[in-house]
């Protein structure tokens, strides 16, 4: 049986952003020094110094295109993203405790991402404050329960929080789920913040998608999944096909300097 290991991080579950999301990047173990080499020689381009994060893209082509590079290694790759983005009103357990229902929402991606996979799996959550100290063994516990009701045995090996700094699957995954996050946020609030070089990276992420906008959840996909939650958020605007386009251009120091003077 094959081994993957699973680096999960999420986006957005702070107040003022009306959507959160979670995120897996799965990685054969075989591809994983494959996978942080090519990583390195792009975060080495991309002028970002120390840990790579959606937070720090910002001001810069380089940076920007480093988000590119990202989606175009997992698309090209053996590895895969799946994630949910979670609408906080619509959620109804999230007005009542909004930990108990970010964890009900990470198991029930876990068993979704994990159930068609015929691997043996070790999961990497990247660390969170919790109010429960052991709260990594009960999202084992709780997502391979799923699963075997599903599949007939579990499959999560081993699960643990862990520092992002050690991790550069930690790192990417931060960037894939911060852009899902951040497109669907600029969807449902125009007016929301952002950075430019944040909104040029989700538009050129959702280009290798196939579409114009990083804001639709996909047909089931094994290579880029993206699940509306709850049900009354699915499809909305559409659920959409993945066609994947490798061929998206990255952005010039001067188109961005260019796109910066325009929104200046």
Known sequence: MDEIIAFADESGNTAGCPCYTIGILTIPTH????????????????????????????????????????????LESPCSFHCIVVRKDFYRKWQIDEEEAFFTTYDYLLANTLKNKNSRTTVKIDQKSTSYAKQDEVVKIISNHIIRK????????????????????????????????????????????????????????????????????????????????????RSTPSTEKVAINLEVPTVSREEYEYWAKIYS
Not at 190 to 218: E, Y
Request: hydrophobic share 40%; glycine share 8%; net charge positive.
């Open 31 to 74: 591809y994983l020094d494959e996978f942080d080499s090519q990583l390195k020689g792009m975060i080495a381009k991309s002028g970002i110094r120390g840990e790579l994060k959606w937070q720090k893209i910002r001001k810069s082509a380089g940076k920007l295109n480093l988000c590119i590079g990202i989606a175009k290694l997992v």
């Open 150 to 233: 599903k599949t007939g045995r579990a499959k999560i090996e081993k699960l643990s929080m862990e520092d992002s700094k050690q991790h550069l699957g930690l790192q990417a995954v931060d960037i894939l789920t911060g852009a899902v996050n951040t497109g669907h946020w600029l969807f449902m609030d125009k007016n929301a913040q952002i950075d430019l070089a944040k909104k040029i990276a989700c538009k050129r992420i959702a280009m290798t998608l196939g579409w114009k906008k990083l804001v639709h959840d996909t047909m089931p996909n094994d290579e880029f999944n993206i699940w509306h939650f709850p049900q009354e958020y």
